[in-house]
């Protein structure tokens, strides 16, 4: 099964200190500055929209946000175009993309540090439900390859692999580690 349009999504701490306003001009400046790999375009406000998208910095290859979905807020990647390569190269630029820009919203000053990502969690899933139905046999399909990524980026095994359990959604994992993540050991790993 060839997977395309990975997300990825690492959710915030202490959310409660942030102030999502902070991030759009935030988002402006790596849109001038063009910060990230992808063509950055725009930036669009939907504060307004409960448990909706957030704050999107909309690019060509790929969106980022930090969006408040299942009101859990935490920076979403999400590669809109095709990307050769096999699944792990795709989960890998999807990692690495929503971990680069973690870490450069977390070193920003103009947050005032009040942006932290936690190191326990994360989910993977797939913005294509034709490609990737929200069904067991999906799951069955890609365990052995999403584990295997999971365990070499990671340096370890010892982390609890969800599927999402609810068919309305996309399909996806939930990552829980029971150690902390090193972003800097994993984005090493992904290079």
């Known amino acids: 099964m060839e997977l395309q349009h990975i997300n990825v999504k690492l959710y915030l701490e202490h959310s409660d200190k942030l102030n999502l306003g902070e991030l759009v001009p ?98 993977l899933f797939v913005n294509d439900r034709m490609l990737a139905p929200n069904v067991p046999e999906t799951y069955k399909v890609v365990e052995g390859e999403l584990r295997g990524f999971f365990r070499e980026v990671m340096g370890t095994n010892d982390f609890v692999m969800q599927p999402e359990p609810d068919v309305r959604r996309l399909f996806g994992v939930e990552v829980k580690l029971s150690g902390s993540l090193d972003p800097a050991a994993v984005l090493r790993r992904l290079s």
Do not use: M
């Open 26 to 123: 935030v988002f402006h400046n790596w849109i001038q500055d063009q910060v990230c790999k992808e063509l950055l375009i725009d930036v669009a406000d939907y504060r307004h929209v409960h448990a909706g998208p957030g704050v999107v910095l909309i690019g060509d290859e790929g969106d980022y946000s930090v969006d408040n979905t299942d009101n859990r807020l935490g920076l979403r990647y999400n590669r809109k175009k095709v990307l050769p390569g096999s699944n792990p190269d795709r989960f890998a630029q999807a990692l690495r993309a929503s971990l680069e820009a973690c870490e450069r919203l977390e070193s920003d000053e103009r947050v005032n540090g009040n942006l932290r990502f936690g190191r326990r969690e994360l989910k």
